[in-house]
């Protein structure tokens, strides 16, 4: 295996009890001065020793903790942790490997990018989302007030490490949260792994890590093409649209028990189908499949009307805005998206309230 990254900087890749042996070796090539492991409690009670008793390395570590959840994916933890970086020595030459979920591998990865205008950062996702999605693709952000990944940059890890027996202890919760960025890639990209993705039950993943690096695979190739977002990338967002505005509200309305993202996920990707069968001639029978399997795994949200004009007023915030449109990514089928640039408000509205009532 090659270490280096491709041109269009796709990291190493590395799997299960193997993939160990190859971080080792990859960091001990490196020759880093020091290495900063980022976790949050979770984290730190569940993964920590899985980790550090099969990665092997002679450099002297630093363990970081942060409270769980994105409340702390925000520009005040990134303060306080580049200060932590300064105060335990860290240096140009000094590494960070994020061992956690979407939220620690999005701000450690921001972190580490920026800290003496870069250093190396490795991905280790301990949630299925982070193996699936997260971890991937090279974004890395933190979010701005209430506001989504507003603040960020393209940032790729040396490499990733994916081990699924972290899964072991992960809530059937975030389990479903992950499920529904892999449905997703199904629905963009491939009808064959939606139809597998279908066929499964949360009490039985026992061909799980088949359809990770399916997952893995879809989203890899989609950002090898087109790696700054400027056409086919924007198909990851289907569902993230009106999904990061419902996100956001939770934060709002109910901060000390806000939905997590692959809920609000789920949901935005019920309202953006329905509306791509008004918009981008989704068949009848497609839209039924996926509100029935979706409706399967999640609950419907408690959102009223009079949260729609904030749900609006979100998204009229959100970055892939232009001039006022809102830009919306759209299923033509199961298995085939297109990016519409021009979305109306009052078409998301009738979307909205249709998933409302
Ligand atoms: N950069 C990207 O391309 C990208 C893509 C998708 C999502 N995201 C971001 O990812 C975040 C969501 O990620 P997430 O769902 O992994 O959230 P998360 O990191 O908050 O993890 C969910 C919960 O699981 C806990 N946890 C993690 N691993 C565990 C384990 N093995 N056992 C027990 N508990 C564990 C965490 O402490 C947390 O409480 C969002 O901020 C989203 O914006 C980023
Ligand atoms: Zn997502």
């Known amino acids: 295996m090659s270490f280096n990254k491709s041109i269009n900087q796709v990291p190493a890749l590395l799997w299960g009890e193997r993939g160990y042996d190859l971080l080792s070796e990859l960091i001990e090539k490196k020759a880093y001065s020091m290495l900063f492991v980022l976790v949050d409690t979770n984290t730190n009670e569940h993964c920590l020793w899985p980790f550090m008793s099969q990665f092997k390395t002679d450099l002297p570590i630093e363990i ?21 970086l300064m105060e335990h020595g860290g240096d140009r030459k000094s590494a960070v490997i994020n061992l956690g979920g979407g939220v620690i591998t999005d ?6 990018s920026l800290f003496k205008r870069g250093i190396d950062f490795f991905h280790v996702p301990t949630t299925l989302l982070a193996m699936v999605d997260a971890a991937h693709g090279g974004k890395t952000a ?19 490490l994916i081990d699924c027996t972290f899964l072991e202890t992960l809530s059937p919760r975030a389990m479903r949260c992950g499920l529904a960025e892999m449905l997703k890639h199904g629905l963009i990209q491939s009808k064959t792994h939606w139809d597998s ?8 993943w026992s061909h799980l890590e088949g359809l990770i ?13 087109d790696p700054r977002e400027q056409n086919e990338r924007k198909w990851l967002n289907f569902g993230h649209t009106v999904g990061h505005a419902i996100e956001s509200l939770f934060l709002d309305k109910t901060p000390e028990n806000p939905i997590l993202h692959g809920e609000a996920v789920a949901a935005g ?8 069968m008004q918009l981008t001639h989704l068949s009848r029978a ?3 499949e996926i509100d029935y399997i979706i409706t399967r795994f999640f609950d419907t949200l408690p959102l009223t009307e009079t949260d729609v004009p904030a749900l609006l007023a979100f998204m009229a915030t959100d970055k892939k805005n232009n001039n006022g449109k809102v830009g919306c990514t759209l299923l033509c089928e199961i298995g085939q998206a297109t990016f519409v640039e021009d979305v109306s408000i009052d078409q998301f509205e ?8």
């Open 142 to 160: 933190v979010d701005l007030g209430l506001y989504k990944n507003q603040v960020g940059l393209f940032s790729w890890p040396e490499a990733i």
């Open 64 to 84: 970081i903790e942060l409270d769980p959840g994105e409340s702390e994916k925000n520009i005040e933890t990134c303060h306080e942790l580049w200060h932590v």
């Open 286 to 288: 497609d839209y039924f």
């Open 213 to 225: 690096k399916d997952s893995v695979n879809i989203k890899n190739a989609i950002v090898d093409v």
């Open 350 to 357: 009738s979307a909205i309230l249709h998933y409302i009532n």
């Open 269 to 276: 990707m019920l309202i953006e189908s329905y509306l791509s």
């Open 107 to 112: 701000i450690g990865g921001f972190v580490a």
């Open 197 to 204: 993705l279908k066929e499964t039950s949360e009490k039985d």
